[in-house]
């Protein structure tokens, strides 16, 4: 008899444990670990979309910006419902673009290829746009459009002057110019008042 009551108390108290262990978990409702209340919505990951967000480490457009062994200056930037060729006869790209007008220097020792991965657009929304070669290779003439063909090439001590374009979304406001080098952190430029 006494080993039929502890048999009976141990299969209550695994069963207690199974259910506990459940409860915990959501199975049967909301869980209640500690600091979760029923009451209160999980909380967004990302922020509104209209909640403006400033990236750290900004400058200002026009001032010189080292990272790693390269130097970028912004001079300009526009917001444009299109794009022009560079071409005869010219034709247009309806959209809405940001061009940045820039200059880089390389001060290594050796020599360095800028590529389209160097530069991003960053908007008030925190979205982040890259140039694509579509709205650059036939809109921005190819001395100035080091980012996409051979003239990126930049011997030690060299510089070049710039364009890129990004296409970006229409109701988009607030821009910055994310720059960075090889093995180098990014650094963000902030676009003048001028420009979008």
Do not use: C
């Not at 978990?25 to 909640?51: C, I, K, Y």
């Amino acid at each position: 008899m006494r080993g039929m009551v502890g048999t009976f108390g141990l299969a209550a108290l695994f069963v207690a444990a199974v259910v506990g262990t459940l409860a915990a978990g959501g199975f049967f409702g909301t869980p209640t670990f500690a600091g979760l209340r029923p009451d209160r919505p999980p909380q967004p990951s990302e922020p509104e979309p209209t909640a403006a967000r400033i990236p750290e480490n900004e400058v200002p457009a026009g001032r010189p910006v080292r990272i790693g062994d390269l130097e970028w200056t912004v001079t300009g930037a526009r917001r444009s419902p299109e794009l022009t060729s560079y071409t005869f006869p010219p034709e247009t790209q309806p959209g809405s673009f940001v061009s940045v007008s820039f200059e880089v220097r390389n001060a290594l020792k050796r020599p360095v290829t800028l590529t389209e991965e160097l530069v991003r657009l960053v908007d008030g929304q925190g979205r982040v746009y890259a140039p694509s070669p579509e709205f650059n290779s036939q809109f921005v003439p190819p001395e100035r459009n080091l980012l996409f063909n051979e003239h990126g090439l930049l011997e030690p001590g060299a510089s070049g002057e710039g364009r890129v374009n990004f296409e970006v979304a229409s109701e988009a406001s607030r821009f910055w110019l994310r720059v960075a080098a090889p093995g180098a952190t990014e650094r963000n430029v902030r676009l003048s008042p001028d420009s979008p």
